[in-house]
């Protein structure tokens, strides 16, 4: 039952609750999702992340077209700068 509900809501493009795995953790979302209205909803800027869906690491150009789906698991690997200054030789 739950199954067609799903394929309804889907051919008629009306919103569901669907359940998505977000860096390890189960959450409940809102479909449609993009990756990029993800991101958004993370505070996160798409110009400082990876993302991973279900093992396929995206183009940062597909953030706002790739459909998140029920039961995806997403990785998101943020860039942190810093590290070391460059070492002065005397």
Same mark, same amino acid.
């Given at each position: ?5 799903? $394929? ?5 493009g009306? /919103? ?5 795995? &977000? *860096?390890?953790?189960?959450?409940e979302r ?6 990029d209205? $993800?991101?958004e909803?993370l505070?996160?800027? /798409?110009?400082?992340?990876a993302?991973? &869906? *279900?093992?396929?690491i ?6 706002q077209?790739w ?6 698991t ?12 460059p070492?002065?030789?005397k």
């Open positions: 039952m739950i199954f067609h509900d799903f $394929l309804i809501h889907k051919q008629y009306l /919103s569901f609750i669907m359940h998505i795995i &977000v *860096n390890g953790e189960s959450q809102n479909h449609p999702l993009t990756v209205n $993800l991101l909803s505070n996160l800027r /798409s110009e400082r992340v993302v991973e &869906v *279900n093992l396929k995206l183009d940062r150009c597909e953030f077209t459909n998140l789906e029920e039961g995806d997403v990785e998101i690997v943020s860039f942190i700068g810093g590290g070391s200054p070492q002065r030789y």
